[in-house]
């Protein structure tokens, strides 16, 4: 549900049409984004001190200086071909915020091995197999990272690094004490902060001056004088966009860098964008922008396509990638951020990298410029070299998606809102009636009582809980919605209990911040303290949460946080959290730290045994350890269909796969084609939700004429039907940190026909989808990869060879899908009202095999709801099929999962030649089996070999 973006009053009703750009910044409105964006390309200012440099086991420490402060670097070197470049000012007026929050744990370090160290570079060799290099090049200051000695990644070579130290206004500047350290003690740590421990030289290191060149000495001496520029005016100090002030009591403390990627033309992810899938340019020639990308997490209700402004969530993580390499950067800050985008030649301009460069004279480069507003530089880089090995590195440093219960990535209905008990009863009917399965009904603010969350409106939800209790026995769950605004009423526990333990967050002045959002006056929960998510996470118990039981779930929405009469419809900048942070520090993650606390909660009122879902509009790195997004208000229209698509490719390479789109669009009415087509797309993509806004016509599946309802009804029918190899994606997903939803390029990482496709994606490595997105079409072009393999259309079987495109006739009925030669995936063919019913359903095995008559895949088995598979209580099996015979085996032997699910059916393509028998062969016994043989689809089903899944067994075939 979505933001009023104009307020007449607090009870006011107010319809929006479209987003009104005026209401956010370009980049000449943000004042250190304009500063930031001005500086040209030149011999970076930054220097590093050469008597500073220290070589530990996994890291290097040196200061680095400019005319105007003293900074400490530590490069370290992570496990798995990983480094962190983390900058810092040396002596800070104030603690600068370091998001811990983002990362999973303190990130694993690995031993470097020194390669040279001189009075002018260090060079480092780390990683696996010590495959990877970094170069820190003093004067003037770069670091270079090779892979297989091959530059991949370059910061601060086209020298546009900038930190904007902390001063203090129109003071006169006093020379620094001897020891600044004194003033502000190297290694004091702070909630989120911290000044390095080995900031401060060590003694007798300043007069290391003597052994270095007359230059170096020189620089020392201007080091040591500490020549400041002119100190920042008052009016540095604060900012003023439309009618709010900004008060900056720290000053302007802004800091950015160049990135750029040699050998490289597209770069992908940092979302959250209504844009492409690779990445357009800001800058230069050729740009298609003229503004960077913005990450700053913000209601933007219907918003444009094709636009780098910034959406409900923010990962700061770009990948970049070529035929010859992959590698990727995690610049590691939660405050504004902007991003801009050229290209250049990697061997021309006065930074260029001849000594280590191995490619052409003419090798493409992509150029980044990063800038924050507060915050230190603290950039990871991920050497690859291939796109699995980025997404292992960059889960190893933010986690892995937690394995979700079944029922949350099954279908679920939503609409803003279902008016009452009675209409909730009347949607679960519509579903049984039309044998259409759904797992989940959703509730929007108005079944609160006035908009306050953790309560019910009595008049319309009179018995919640008998209301939980008859869905659930139908197998069915809710979903309720709970903001992070509290509406201010004297009475209202939730408010009353804020109030009193000073649980909100605060003003500028020390007060509770106040603002307007759906209830009208509210105050905002400060979760940034792990003590308040506790206290939130209490919250969810079901004797705080009258009316709940465990079948109801969450969703956390407005988190961005969404303030209707703040700037930029979001929380003042100049607000205080906890530790004394500003908001400005905290910004995009603040909305993540809402549905980590709620997870929390629904774990801790079922004693730790059953898994949480929530919803979160907002996000941000690491979010994928808590739950679930979506891309928020998207509109009725077949643009945004279309947009959905690399929108939420995007978001799954940047760690968070668990995502999807309203189905159908939030605003405005679709036409039974368009719905018709949405559908078929959201059963193929991570999350399946059908959301609604509350001025739109009712559009739930059974509510349309045959044909219309019979096309949704397959559609859903297709996911559910699918859900144990879903599973198995997600399962994967939680292991190793890959999408479900890739782009094609990720499994063909050499094949360049595919680097800049995005209206077809792969789940997992079986199946390829491309969604029907225009109207009226009765052909659809579908590009298939891989130049020596087989895919076939799942529908008519039909054969495809790889590396091509082919053209297929499409009506209402067909959803472009193909199953990869080589691959063997498990479904449940079953009609079932919801996953609850389908938990022991038999399986079929759907072989397709390759150009040499050969396949395997995998099965993960769980009781789907529980945290009992991290004790052991799950399944794996491998399934294979090579020179005519099929075979069942366990994958993890001390799995301990004991389904009662049974092999119904094997279904193998691709067998060209009339089998003469098929036997089965289990624990020492052979049987012969019924088979049926299409020569026409080259076809082999073998009917019911009645095995238990988890039984190891042949098939073999003569």
Known sequence: MRALHVLISACAVVSVLSVDRNNFKTCSESSFCKRNRELEPTESKYHVVPGTVSIGADKVTFELFNEQASFVGELFTLADSTARLMINEKAPLYPRYIVKDSLDGQPKSAPLELEEQTDSIVRVRFGVDKRATAIINFKPFRVDFLMDKEIVTSLNSRGLMNFEHHRKPNVVHHEEPEHPEEEQPAGEHHEGGHVPADAAVADGEEHHEEEHHEEEHHDEEQHREERHAPEPSYEDFSETYKTHTDHRTKGPSSLGMDIAFPGVEHVYGIPEHADSLALKLTKGN????????????????????????????????????????????????????????????????????????????????????????SGIVDVFVMLGPRPHDLFR????????????????????????????????????????????????????????????YFTWDSAKFPSSKEMLEKLWSYGRRMVTIIDPHIKREDGYHIHSDASSKSLYVKNHNNGDYEGWCWPGSSSWIDFTSADIRKWWADQMSFDRYGGSTGTLFTWNDMNEPSVFNGPEITMHKDAKHSGDWEHRDVHNIYG?????????????????????????????????????????????????????????????????????ADVGGFFKNPDSELLIRWYQAGAHQPFFRAHAHLDTKRREPYLHDGDVMNRIRNAILARYSKLPFWYTCYWHASKTGAPTMRP?????????????????????????????????????????????????????????????????????????????????????????????????????????LDNGGSAKGELYMDDETT??????????????????????????????????????????????????SVTLHRNGAQRSLTFYYNSSHNRLVIRKPDVNIGEDFDLVIA
């Open 393 to 452: 590195q960059y889960a190893a440093l933010t986690g892995t998606t937690a394995l979700p219960p079944m029922f949350s990535i099954a279908y679920h209905q939503c609409r803003w809102n279902y008016n009452d008990q009675e209409d909730v009863y009347g949607v679960n009917k519509g579903y049984e009636d039309h044998d259409i399965p759904v797992d989940v009904i959703w509730l929007d603010i108005e079944h609160t009582d006035g908009k306050k």
């Open 592 to 660: 993540m730290f809402q549905p980590q606390a709620t997870g929390e909660g629904q774990v801790a009122r079922s004693g730790g045994r059953d898994r949480p879902f929530v919803l979160s509009r907002a996000f941000f790195a690491g979010m994928q350890r808590h739950g679930a997004i979506w891309t928020g208000d998207n509109t009725a229209d077949w643009g945004h269909l279309r947009a959905s698509m690399p929108m939420l490719l995007s978001i799954g390479i940047t760690g968070l796969t668990f995502a999807g």
């Open 867 to 916: 945290f009992d598979y991290k004790n052991g209580v799950y399944l794996v099996r491998n399934f294979e099929f090579a020179n005519g015979k099929f075979t069942s085996r366990t994958g993890d032997a001390t799995g301990t999962y004991r389904s009662q699910s049974w092999v119904q059916r094997v279904d193998i393509i691709g067998v060209t030649s009339q089998p003469t």
């Open 744 to 848: 094609l390029w990720v499994e063909y990482p050499t094949e360049t026909a595919t680097f800049a496709i995005e209206d077809e994606y792969l789940i997992g490595t079986a199946l390829l989808a491309k969604p029907v997105t225009q109207p009226g079409v009765s052909s659809w072009d579908v590009y298939l990869p891989g130049k020596d393999e087989v895919w076939y259309a799942t529908d008519d079987l039909s054969r495809h060879t790889g590396g091509q495109t082919v053209t297929l006739a499409v009506n209402l009925d067909r959803i472009p899908l193909f199953q990869r030669g080589g691959s063997i995936i498990p479904t449940k063919e079953r009609i079932r009202r919801s996953t609850v019913q389908m938990i022991h359903d038999p399986l079929t095995l759907t072989v397709a």
């Open 286 to 373: 050729g740009a298609t922008h003229s503004e960077p990308y913005r990450l700053y997490n913000l209601d933007v209700f219907e918003y444009e396509l094709d636009n780098p402004m910034a959406l409900y969530g923010s990962i700061p993580v770009m990948l970049a990638h070529s035929a010859k390499h992959s590698t990727a950067v995690f610049w590691n800050n939660a405050a504004e951020t902007w991003i801009d985008i050229s290209n250049s030649l990697a061997k021309s301009g006065i930074l260029s990298m001849l000594s280590y460069f191995h490619g052409s004279d003419e090798t493409p480069q992509v150029d980044t410029h990063w800038f924050s507003e």
